[in-house]
């Protein structure tokens, strides 16, 4: 049974009124009920429509699924997340220190950072760390666990007048209903040549078109917001971000086509294969459309660092 719902009146990114059904989706996590995607007619921006409303959309987060996942190594799939896991904190701590070189002590805000793992590596390289989580049950296991500095709301971090160097969203922004709002406000909590980073699923990547509406990734109706490398560009535009690099994250796209073959029924191989032939894609497209979003936008209010799941 659905809980409250609201209907999207305007695009979250451009403001158009006219929409086009994409696909429906079924929430597994929580209730199986199904949800619909609509895409804009004017720029093509996907979203959960209608969604769940703010004093409601809490309830869809109700899984052990939700939490489990990031801490449990039961069974292969898990016992594959945490190997990738492990791996991909090195690849974005070293991306981090290749962008601060110049910078001794470098501080970092993790928005959304979940029971705190990627935060607690950056702390033990001797980065100053900090991280906003709303989940109490996520919140209190990184905190209990790592001893981290975590918050609950962005508004805490904004009244301790403090700036960071680094400020990264791991697969957040795209739970985020006014998330032009919320990207405006982070840029106000960035030093001087401070960098922002998103991780962000692609709904234009093979596996998406592989599994439809059984890929993952589109994990309504919590995934308020369907991103594309397109919708990322105008989005840097209209928030005055320079966008210096954007780069795939290649072990995402294995886990969520594992993730997404499960869920259809099919084989191991199957979704091993289709992560595969995703990331195989992206290698393809990556050096013409870093290009083209370096040629195209220039602004000197910021910096982003875009990752995509291919």
């Known amino acids: 049974m659905k809980h409250k719902l609201e209907k999207v009146e305007t695009c979250p990114l451009c403001g158009h009124k006219e929409f086009t059904h994409h696909l429906s989706c079924v929430d597994h996590n929580y209730s199986n009920d199904i949800f619909d995607i609509s895409s804009c007619n004017n720029c093509s921006f ?9 004093d409601t959309i809490h309830k869809y987060y109700i899984s052990d699924h939700y939490i489990s996942h990031t801490s449990s190594k039961k069974g292969l799939f898990n016992k594959v997340y945490h190997l990738v896991r492990n791996y991909q904190f090195g690849y974005k701590y070293r991306l981090i220190k290749k962008n601060h070189a ?4 470098i501080s970092l805000l993790d928005f959304g950072c979940g029971t705190g793992e990627f935060l607690n590596y950056c702390n ?14 996520a919140r209190n296991m990184g905190k ?12 805490e ?7 960071f160097d680094v400020i990264t969203l791991w697969h957040v922004l795209e739970h985020i209903k006014d998330f032009k709002l919320l990207l405006t406000r982070l840029k106000e909590l960035l030093n001087e040549n401070g960098i922002l980073i998103l991780g962000l699923p692609n709904h234009n ?5 592989i599994f439809k509406e059984n890929w993952v990734a589109y ?3 919590i995934h308020l917001s369907h991103f594309s490398q397109n919708n990322m ?3 840097v535009s209209h928030l005055s971000f320079k966008s210096i690099s954007t780069k795939p994250l290649f072990f995402d796209a294995y886990y969520i086509s594992l993730l997404s073959a499960k869920k259809k029924g099919k084989s191991f191989l199957f979704g091993l294969k289709s992560g595969v032939m995703s990331n195989r894609k992206a290698k393809k497209l990556l050096n013409t459309l870093a290009w083209l979003i370096l040629l195209k936008i220039s602004s000197s209010a910021g910096v982003l660092i875009v990752f995509y799941t291919f």
């Not at 996907?46 to 703010?54: A, D, G, I, Q």
């Not at 110049?102 to 002590?105: A, E």
């Not at 033990?124 to 049950?137: A, S």
């Not at 971090?157 to 700036?163: F, L, N, P």
């Open 46 to 54: 996907k979203f959960t429509n209608p969604r769940p409303t703010s």
């Open 102 to 105: 110049q910078v001794k002590d």
């Open 124 to 137: 033990q390289k001797g980065m100053h760390c900090r991280g906003v989580e709303k989940d109490d049950g």
């Open 144 to 155: 209990s666990n790592f001893n981290l500095s975590i918050l609950e709301k962005l508004e």
């Open 157 to 163: 971090v904004e009244s301790k007048k403090e700036k």
């Open 205 to 209: 990547s093979l596996d998406a078109q």
């Open 219 to 221: 994990d309504v109706p």
């Open 233 to 235: 560009k105008d989005l």
